[in-house]
């Protein structure tokens, strides 16, 4: 049998009093996509932070090729070629992509300065490896969610990954960026990393996984291959006892229009769209990338200016342009990119 390219063995961690992460045991094969499940505070990011030298565990053995390990710190996973995706990109908005991917370790000439075109040849090679069409000295500012994961990706390679842990990847991407990111980590597969991809989606893991451990209150409580599991059973070892509908629909009446759109235009991005939400009722509003729907929410929020058409809340017309009257009248807003348009980072209280 295939040598496990990472293993963690009954590991343990805990916080005071609380455990976070208890008698936890994972092995991630080289050339294999292993998704790992579970509800919000099962334990998911505890065991990635143990796997990327964020967290030591209390117990318990780590090994990477069949050697213990033990990571004091991120920089010592990376060296055991252990490379971490997060769900919201870590990438320095105002510097290049080569520069993002080679921070903190940029080749030099004898004289100690930055060789910038050996560092834009290599990205750029890698890059073009992921078939994406980026280039090296392009600033990150300005890029799609999903652009920065490819980022983060050709990060990872460039330190010759060969572990590469995916943490909810495509929890802000559309359909298409999705598919494309799946092409790429298909590629990886191909090339023998070992890729551990944590996803709340169930319909990715039976299109990218082959194994898959599931989580639940800190503990792993189940492995499988995944062609042997269905949506039922999963969701059923995800909470413990089984459902009847994995998405139970309230039988609600519709009640008086809560938000009323009514011919909103913003020249050469959107026009004449109009619609009404009710109380008790959920609104799709859907489209291909490129076809205004972050553009419409942001309109009706007052972030982006619009060239016509009105917005009610409750019957009272709305100031078009002021997020802050937005705000008064009850309306909220949860962005397409959260760290950059939803957080204020650098804000103290």
Do not use: W
Not at 12 to 28: N, P, T, V, Y
Not at 42 to 68: F, I
Not at 136 to 155: C, F, N, T
């Amino acid at each position: 049998m295939t040598t496990p390219r990472l293993e963690l063995r009954h590991a343990s961690k805990s916080f005071g009093r609380g455990r976070a992460f208890g008698d936890g045991s994972l092995q991630l094969f080289p050339g294999e996509v292993h998704a790992l499940l579970g509800e919000n505070g099962a334990g998911k990011s505890t065991l990635v932070k143990l796997l990327a030298g964020v967290y030591r565990p209390d117990s318990g053995e780590l090994r990477v090729d069949d050697t213990v390990r033990s990571f004091a710190n991120p920089a010592e996973a990376r060296d055991a070629r252990i490379a971490v995706i997060y769900q919201e990109p870590t990438l320095f908005a105002d510097l290049s992509i080569a520069e993002n991917i080679y921070m903190g370790r940029q080749p030099r000439d004898r004289f100690g300065l930055v060789c910038y075109d050996e560092m834009h040849r290599e990205v750029n090679a890698l890059l073009s490896s992921l078939g994406v069409n980026l280039r090296a000295q392009r600033l990150v500012r300005g890029l799609s969610i999903a652009d920065q994961q490819v980022v983060e990706i050709a990060k990872a390679l460039s330190i010759d990954a060969n572990v590469l842990i995916m943490d909810e990847p495509t929890a802000a991407l559309s359909l298409p960026e999705v598919e494309c990111l799946f092409a790429i980590v298909r590629a990886l597969k191909e090339r023998d990393v070992a890729i551990l991809f944590i996803t709340h989606r169930l319909d990715e893991v039976f299109a990218l996984t082959q194994r898959m451990t599931i989580m639940r209150d800190g503990m792993k409580v189940f492995d499988a291959l995944t062609q042997d599991m269905t949506i039922d059973s999963i969701v059923s070892k995800m909470v413990g006892r089984d459902l009847d509908t994995f998405y139970p629909k309230a039988d609600v009446a519709p009640g008086d229009v809560r938000l009323s759109v009514h011919n909103l235009t913003r020249e050469g991005v959107f026009k004449n769209v109009s619609f009404d939400v009710r109380a008790g009722e959920i609104v799709a509003l859907a489209g291909l990338v490129g076809a205004g729907r972050s553009e419409v929410a942001r309109a009706i929020f007052g972030i982006d200016p619009v060239d016509g058409g009105e917005v009610k809340i409750a019957g009272k017309k709305l100031a078009i342009g002021s997020a802050a009257a937005a705000v008064r009248t009850g309306l909220a807003l949860v962005p397409e990119d959260r760290r950059a348009q939803g957080l204020g980072l650098e804000h103290r209280a």
